[in-house]
């Protein structure tokens, strides 16, 4: 399964990244694509929608997306540093699936996940000369705690770092690195 919250679409570094990436793995997986700004309904759960969800009634695209994450068996997700973060339409979209009876349940104690990927990528690009694992980047912490609720594997994140400060043959170096320990990674993940 693969989730692109690359909002800047063509334009998007991460994205540049995420494609030569997506396009190895997919001559050893089938592919399910969510092209997030391509999608309408990306929306954070509004009253109404809160209150439908409680009758029951889910909107069509929400339900095959929770279904899909909740079988995938890699999970792969595109998304530039927004805010020492993601982009809020990936926040929505977790907000969407997440799913009571389809990516959790519970076992009358404490949440338990019924995701089965044992393996997540998270391709990234940032502003700042912010790197993983630094208490002001909070995109993979994130993710590591949504893996945790839904039952999701080992985290890795693949970022290139300084890219609104560095020159042009920086950024390029930065954006090559980046693709190649992808494509290396994608050998055997
Ligand atoms: C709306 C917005 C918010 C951003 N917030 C941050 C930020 O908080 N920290 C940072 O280091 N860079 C931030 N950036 C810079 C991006 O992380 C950086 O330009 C990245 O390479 C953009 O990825 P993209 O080319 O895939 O869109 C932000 C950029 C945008 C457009």
Known sequence: MIINACVRQSDSRTLRIAEPIIESLS?????????LPEMEGIVPLTP???AQRGRGKIPTWALDAAK???????LLIAAPFWDMSFPA???????????????????G??????CKSPKV???????????TGDPFEQATPYLRAIGHLWNLGELTTIAAQNMDYSTPEEIES?????ISEGLELAKTW
């Open 48 to 50: 109404a929608l809160f």
């Open 89 to 107: 339409a990936l926040k929505a979209f977790f907000e969407q699936v997440s799913l009571f009876d389809i990516t959790f349940t519970d076992t």
């Open 109 to 114: 104690k404490t949440c338990k996940g019924l």
């Open 68 to 74: 899909a994450m909740a079988d995938a068996d890699r």
């Open 121 to 131: 990528l998270y391709l990234t690009t940032r502003g700042m000369d912010i790197a």
């Open 174 to 178: 930065r954006i090559a690195s980046a």
């Open 27 to 35: 001559q050893r997986y089938e592919v399910k694509r969510y092209d």
